[in-house]
């Protein structure tokens, strides 16, 4: 492990342990309505959105409520979307004069991006005006991330017994006390390290040996700090952060590291600040953050060890690994991808198709539990269902009816976590063997064998997980996987969140019970080793054969040195 | 003995292996879908294992339908061999019932024969010696001794009079009553039993509804994962997967441990409620016992033996010892109260006297009115004692701030002092003190970490009641206790959202027992106090709350111990099952490299991990029947030893195990 990894782990490490305190506590002041320091200047505009869509800030609304104005608004950006994506050459800033977008690519498109997965089955700079990416996707890179967020904030303020809140003002809030402040201070940082901010057309260049290069240009800076801080991950080339333009240094891409990270990690926090269990709050980021480290550890030190095959045949050194950005280094890729993968942003800074098949199998890892803080708010909600099953089927052995901060949980509760979590698997099993199984599906398989597999299961895993990366090698651009992938993340996004809500409204019914020694703690070092072992355990015993089948396989293959 | 711990006899195994084959039918199997899945799956099984007949596949076909089948068998003999126990209690209960003819009293006070079935509610019936009391009742004439120790095994007879309640299927051994019928026909506490030691009336319990509804979501998740397995596989080649191997992977995946004995756990905890010779009205109460907050008992009878004793003589100065004590027993020698018997038996033991002296007197009574009783001797002496107000009136002046100061005394440490005279000369002061029954104190601090919080009722003053309630270990106390007082603590408690769980016989008892969560009756209590709780004791012993809130407690860690178990098991069925399946499909010939239990041939590896997963259905049977071991302790403490016990060894037994069988199956030639 060299210095260079070492640094940019503890770093990357370091910057979460110190800002997801203070963040967190100001996200929690933020939606419990307390004074903060951007009361000030965002406020006027704040009650200027209110009254031009005549919201009441003051009416709370029930789970239902909630999530069907949740669910009506992001369909609405779904469809607003779809239309200015096939309108795409009749509106302005399209310096490349490109045209409509054809309508499954837009379909696939309009439901990845307005589900925060951001899933490409196009290139950008050879598919979209720089009207669509500013105006449109990257619109909804803004708004979806804050309608995730929203998401834990309704389910937190019924664990601490409030009501759930309004959505339109936790929405209108999310974008304006958190997501715009940051994106401001890293866009310019982004800047900084030479990223593109420019409404021009793209670069004709004569290179040195004499032939002309287009370099696609933009609004890039801008578009990778609302990218990466809403963990969305959609690029705005192809190539996405391991594009130059798009992560230009080893500086960038540990801004970019950080930016994944630092508001799924404070979001943890903010639980603790908002229901008072601060030692639970940070119980849950330990075993995440195991979690993250274990993940990392599966990516780098493949990454490092390099490829068996290749190894074999004498040749050692830097310029002879696989699935790693040379710019970065194997710790700096690393430390990229694991962020990618556990936040489930899905931009990419190396092709993961190259990865040696454990590296892939941790992305797998990071996808199916989808809780190594996971997206926005939305990893919170995946752990807290996990923890309301761990709590059932482990508090049993106390001797108690199980409880979760006070309240007891019976059967509406455990059978609502429990299909929430069931919903995640379903959508990966099924889609993947639908693939499979159809021609359609396994025309768009260009490698052999297990890679091949691999591929397909990565493709809807990334659209149930909603986190957007591909494996590469799928033909993604095939109808029957723009449409699968996107009736998968639709599903994916919504329907586990309606039976959250449901879950944290019938909890916020129940009287609270007070704890005593006979309660099972859901916070300390106990808790956290049941949490950790009941989430691998249930994950592994869901996913052992569809691993086996990909990346296992291969992986045994490989070290027989049999390649696809 | 109690007549409740009877055990089964040989006649009822024959009825479990009937029960056993009759509970295969698929309309009741249904109502377990764990198992269900199971059955349906021995059924696909079956017609491959006819479909393969001279095939070379048959043997291992034939031998994966036996196991499925014994899987299934394996849960419906735990199921019926729970019931049967059940059903031995209840038997016991139906002979004292069937026998029974009553005696109608007619409007014009002649009676009638008729059978116990045909009485009901209001109807009157006369009960002579050696009559068995037909049905539950009221008396509402007479006055008689009851045996009831076919209900409560307890030999001695009890005293029932105007306005006791009687139990149906005990016996009348003297006197003459006259009892008011209070239970319709197949209503009575006879009849609540037997329905429920049978599972009868069993009606799940909301954490069982729960723990369904979980193992339910488990069940569809693992068929998921391998019916999507199927074309998963298929993509490697047309014939990587055989239905009965997923057939078999299927069943290990799926909970069948707990599956199999879940109805198990709950009929034997009903069970273990009744071995206590405690009526439960449901299930749900005994669950609730579980989560019990705190707990309301009663000081006289519960937390201390019934009455006060004499423990100390202590006179005023220039008396002795001695003569306070020949004092006091003078005064008590027909004074048969408890606490006057007490004052005699330690005047005895201070005195060294072997017999008690013969004395010529008349003796005072006890009046409410003086508050005090005694003797007046025939050689004219007066003797008395009583409540040191009283005596202070009636004797001289000089003794009186002495003798109030030794009251203060004893009062101070929580005893209660009686004063004794003689012809107006104050001799002193006798110590009578509650005395706490023995092991009380080591049963609340198992309660305290447990986090249940005792709490001690009593009329007594707050000196004297928290001096008691040190001594016991209680929590907390009310002292001069009112009869709304015990409602009040409950409702303030529930408030908080504690679980409350009260003892109570009077009839003043029964609006605290409908409101507490878990409220046990004494069986001789009045009718309303049985009405309005959920629970009855037979043996009528307070102190029985506690062991129903171990079995509630019990039966919630078995239910979770078991679940765990079952989930940490599959682990190793994985590493057995996956690289067996897939070894004759070219690609995927390196799974092997998985089966780190070495185990011999791929046929071998499955079967293996198959009859693990049905033995260790019997293999549990045990636990499940009497529940896993429990000891008072604090959440975490017991929380990491059964996550140690079940989920940590959960993962690594089946290992053994599989690796174990696939070793004996080797011996066979079958791996």
């Known amino acids: 492990m060299s210095l260079q990894t070492v640094a940019v782990w503890v770093v990357v490490v370091g910057v979460f342990l110190v800002t997801l305190k203070p963040l967190g506590t100001y996200i929690a002041s933020v939606f419990s309505f307390e004074p903060t320091f951007l009361d000030k200047p965002l406020r006027p505009l704040e009650h200027g959105v209110f009254r031009m869509f005549g919201i009441d800030p003051s009416a709370s609304m029930t789970a239902r409520q909630y999530g069907v104005a949740l669910i009506l608004t992001n369909f609405a950006w779904i469809v607003l979307s779809y239309v200015l994506l096939r309108l795409q050459g009749q509106l302005p800033f399209n310096p490349q004069h490109m045209p409509a977008v054809n309508p499954q690519l837009a379909f696939n498109t309009a439901t990845s991006f307005g589900t925060n997965t951001n899933w490409q089955a196009y290139s950008g700079e050879n598919t979209m005006s720089l009207f669509s990416q500013f105006g449109n996707l990257e619109f909804l890179q803004f708004v979806t991330p804050a309608v995730g967020g929203t998401m834990a904030i309704a389910f937190i303020r019924a664990l601490s017994g409030k009501k759930m809140g309004n959505f339109f003002v936790d929405l209108v809030l999310m974008c304006t006390r958190v997501l715009l402040p940051l994106s401001v201070v890293f866009a310019i940082l982004m800047v900084w390290q030479g990223v593109p901010e420019t409404l021009g057309a793209y670069l004709h260049i004569h290179t040195i040996t004499g032939s002309t290069q287009v370099v696609p240009r933009g609004p890039m800076a801008s578009w990778e700090a609302i990218e990466h801080l809403g963990t969305n991950g959609g690029g705005f080339t192809n190539a996405n952060s391991a594009n130059p333009l798009e992560n230009p240094t080893a500086l960038s891409n540990l801004f970019q590291v950080i930016m994944m990270g630092l508001l799924p990690v404070a979001f943890f926090y903010t639980l603790g600040v908002m229901t008072g269990k601060r030692k639970m709050a940070w119980t849950l980021i330990s075993v995440a953050g195991l979690m993250y480290l274990a993940i990392g550890a599966m990516v780098y030190f493949p990454m490092e060890l390099g490829d068996p095959v290749i190894n074999a045949l004498g040749l050692h050194g830097h310029i002879y690994r696989v699935g790693t950005e040379l710019v970065f280094g194997t710790g700096g890729t690393a430390a990229f991808e694991t962020s990618t993968m556990s936040f489930t942003t899905g931009s990419v800074a190396s092709a993961h198709d190259s990865a040696l098949p454990i590296t892939q199998l941790a992305y797998f890892s990071a996808m199916f539990l989808n809780l190594v803080f996971g997206g926005k708010g939305v990893g919170l909600l995946n752990m807290l269902m996990l923890v309301v099953i761990t709590v059932f089927i482990m508090g049993l052995m106390v001797g108690r009816t199980p409880e979760f901060l006070g309240k007891k949980i019976e059967a509406r509760e455990v059978s609502l976590a429990s299909i929430a979590f069931l919903l995640h698997p379903f959508l990966i099993l099924v889609g993947t063997a639908l693939s499979v199984a159809l021609p359609a599906g396994l025309k768009g398989v260009f490698n052999p064998g297990p890679q091949g597999f691999a591929e397909i299961l990565y493709g809807i895993t990334s659209g149930a997980a909603n986190n957007g990366s591909a494996l590469g090698g799928l033909g993604a651009a095939l109808p029957y996987y723009e449409v699968t992938i996107g009736i998968i993340t639709v599903i994916g996004r919504f329907a586990s969140v309606m039976a959250m809500f449901l879950l944290a409204e019938s909890l916020l019914k129940k009287r609270s019970v007070p704890a005593s020694s006979g309660t099972m703690r859901t916070e300390g070092i106990l808790f956290g080793g049941i949490l950790a072992g009941s989430v691998v355990v249930l994950n592994a015993l869901t996913f052992f054969p569809v691993m086996a089948l990909g990346p296992l396989a291969e992986h045994y293959l490989l070290l027989a040195h049999h390649l696809f | ?671």
């Open chain 2, 1 to 671: 003995m109690t007549a409740m711990s009877h055990t089964m006899d040989s006649s009822y195994f024959m009825q479990v292996l009937k029960d056993t084959f009759a509970k295969l039918n698929p309309v009741e199997m249904v109502r377990n879908p764990v198992m269900f899945v199971v059955e349906i799956g021995t059924v696909v099984t079956l017609i491959f294992t006819i479909g393969s007949i001279g095939k070379a596949a048959f043997q291992y076909e034939l031998l994966v339908t036996i196991v499925l089948f014994f899987t299934i068998l394996f849960a419906t003999f735990a199921e019926s061999y729970a019931e049967a126990r059940g059903r031995a209690q209840a038997d016991f209960l139906r002979r004292t019932k069937s026998s029974t003819r009553a005696k109608r009293l007619k409007g014009d006070g002649a009676w009638e024969w008729v059978s116990s079935e045909e009485l009901t509610m209001g109807m009157r019936v006369l009960v002579e010696p050696d009559d068995v009391i037909p049905s539950d009742g009221e008396v509402v004439e007479g006055v008689g001794s009851v045996d009831e120790s076919t209900i409560t095994g307890e030999s001695a007879p009890v005293i029932k009079a105007t306005g006791d309640s009687v139990t149906g299927g005990t016996r009348l051994l003297s006197d003459q009553l006259v009892v008011r019928i209070t239970t319709n026909p197949g209503q009575t506490f006879l009849d609540r039993m037997i329905a429920l030691v049978e599972g009868a009336s069993r009606q799940k319990t909301p954490n069982e509804i729960a723990l369904s509804a979980l193992l339910g979501v488990l069940t569809l998740i693992f068929l998921l994962v391998v019916v999507t397995l199927v074309p998963q596989a298929r993509y490697y080649g047309p014939h990587a997967t055989d239905t009965t191997t997923m057939v078999a992977l299927l069943v290990c995946l799926i909970p069948t441990t707990i599956g199999a004995l879940l109805s198990a756990i709950g009929i034997a905890g009903m069970n273990r409620v009744a071995q206590v010779d405690v009526v439960a009205k449901s299930g749900r109460a005994v669950e609730a016992a579980g989560d019990i907050d705190t707990i309301i008992l009663d000081k006289t009878g519960t937390i201390t033996i019934g009455n006060r004793m004499a423990t100390e003589f202590m006179p005023v100065t220039s008396v002795r010892v001695e003569e306070v004590a020949e004092a006091a027993l003078l005064a008590s020698l027909s004074d048969s109260t408890p606490e006057g018997r007490s004052v005699v038996e330690l005047a005895k033991d201070v005195l060294h006297l072997e017999a008690l002296p013969l004395v010529e007197g008349e003796a005072v009574p006890f009046s409410a009115h003086t508050r005090m009783s005694g003797i007046d001797l025939a050689d004219g002496r007066q003797i008395r004692k009583g409540a040191i107000s009283a005596i202070v009136e009636i004797s001289s002046a000089e003794k009186r701030p002495e003798l109030e100061k030794l009251a203060e005394a004893v009062a101070g440490e929580g005893g209660t002092p009686l004063a004794v005279e003689i012809d107006g000369r104050a001799l002193g002061v006798i110590r009578l003190k509650d005395i706490v029954k023995s092991g009380l104190k080591e049963r609340f601090d198992d309660f305290r970490r447990m986090g249940i919080r005792t709490v001690m009722a009593t009329g007594d003053n707050r000196i004297t009641a928290a001096v008691i309630a040190q001594e016991a270990g209680v929590d907390d106390f009310i002292a001069e206790l009112k009869p709304e007082d015990k409602i009040e603590t409950i409702k303030r408690e529930q408030s908080e959202g504690k679980l409350v769980a009260m003892t109570g016989d009077g009839t003043n008892d029964a609006p605290a027992l409908a409101q507490a969560d878990v409220g046990l009756a004494m069986n001789t209590g009045t009718m309303a106090a049985k009405e309005a709780g959920n629970m009855i004791d037979l043996e009528s012993n307070p102190t029985k709350l506690l062991d129903v809130v171990m079995v509630g407690k019990q039966l919630l860690i078995t239910r979770g111990a078991l679940t765990t178990f079952s989930i940490a098991n599959d682990v190793a069925k994985y590493f057995a099952i996956i690289p067996a399946m897939f070894a004759a499909v070219p690609t995927l010939s390196v799974l092997s490299k998985l089966n780190i239990m070495g185990l011999k041939t791929p046929h071998g590896a499955i079967l293996s991990a198959l009859i693990f997963n049905a033995l260790i259905i019997p293999a549990l049977i045990p636990f499940a029947i009497r529940g896993v071991t429990y000891r008072a302790e604090a959440a975490d403490k017991m929380l990491a030893r059964n996550i140690f016990n079940w989920g940590v060894l959960g993962i690594v037994i089946p290992f053994v195990g599989i690796w174990g069988i696939d070793r004996v199956l080797g011996l066979f030639g079958l791996a």
